[in-house]
């Protein structure tokens, strides 16, 4: 029997959501909440151990075509093992294989938190079960086949590369790395409330006035991209720019973006000095709070905890998808 282990780490979307979908730029940051996957061929038995999904062992069997077939259960789990199923069905050899999945570093308190587990997650187990670190473009057409061909693919950008990229989907997927500027304060937030983004973006589907909307977005995208520098007050600035537009978008669209808390957070970072956003589709889950100022984000910080929001200890994580042997 041999056994393959990978790890992958989560994101945050800093700046471009949503104008990224039509092609504009876009900055995303790999932090280190990683997926670990293990994965032994020619094993005795096919199984699955993923104790965020379900906590049993989950026993499955492939067909002359390859299709898995699981044992009884109910719908939800079911559902939620569509990721894998794809993935076993994609990648796995003719042999026996147990897989075993650990996103438990995405979860507190039992509560996920929105730092993307199912792109780290894909990109760790089809690099395991493939035995190759996937391209980048590859990786992000099959996590779009298994989102009905919605979605960018910034979040497997994030755990596929590591560190800081400007990521672009269109023409084609490519992400260059970026270095964020020192004395750049970052905190991450986490709302207290779960969005779904496979939601969003079908609610997106169904925008009528998208096309001006998005323009207007990716234009703000583009330039504050291109004006980031190598010093902290470039990048709080675009933070600014981008979510006033990104409110802009939110009232064209009538998408919730800044529900589930976002409104209250960033009212509150306005009071102190700091500038803040969703992170990613928005909703509830992750925000992000950026300043120069390390009073002003004390302060900041300080008059969070005294609500039902609170910081989520997050960094930068500089590796991308690690692979062994």
Not at 151 to 158: E, L, P, T, Y
Not at 201 to 210: E, K
Request: charged share 20%.
């Amino acid at each position: 029997m041999s056994e393959t282990t990978a790890t992958a780490p989560g994101k945050l979307m800093l700046l471009g959501e949503y104008a990224v979908l039509d092609g504009s730029p876009s900055v995303v940051i790999a932090v280190n909440r990683r997926a670990r996957v293990r994965v032994r061929t020619g094993a005795e038995h096919n199984l699955v151990i993923a104790p965020e999904i379900c906590d049993r062992y989950l026993p499955f069997s492939r067909d002359d075509e390859g299709k898995v077939h699981w044992g009884p259960m109910d719908e939800a789990t079911r559902e939620r093992l569509a990721m894998l199923t794809h993935l076993i069905e994609r990648f796995a050899p003719d042999d026996a294989v147990e897989i075993e999945t650990d996103t438990s570093a995405f979860f507190e308190e039992g509560i996920k938190l929105g730092f993307g587990s199912s792109a780290a997650v894909t990109v760790a187990v089809a690099s395991a079960l493939s035995g190759e670190a996937l391209s980048l473009p590859e990786l992000v057409e099959l996590h779009r086949d298994m989102q009905d061909g919605r979605g960018s693919g910034f979040d497997i950008a994030a755990s596929r590369i590591g560190g800081v990229c400007r990521y672009q989907f269109r023409p084609v997927p490519v992400a260059e790395p970026l270095q964020l500027p020192d004395g750049l304060l970052m905190r991450c937030v986490w709302t207290g409330s779960a969005a779904s983004t496979t939601a969003f973006l079908r609610g997106l589907d169904a925008v009528g006035p998208r096309r001006e909307a998005i323009n207007d977005l990716m234009a703000v995208a583009s330039q504050v991209i291109a004006d980031l520098k190598d010093d902290p007050g470039s990048w709080v600035r675009a933070v600014e720019e981008y979510t006033v537009a990104l409110q802009a978008f939110a009232r064209a669209t009538t998408l919730p973006i800044f529900a589930g808390g976002h409104s209250d957070i960033l009212e509150l970072a306005s009071q102190h000095g700091v500038a803040y956003k969703p992170s990613g589709a928005g909703g509830g889950d992750i925000g992000v709070a950026v300043s120069a100022d390390p009073a002003a984000m004390q302060s900041f910080l300080t008059a969070l905890r005294q609500t039902d929001h609170r910081p989520v200890n997050a960094r930068p994580d500089p590796e991308g998808l690690l692979l062994s042997p």
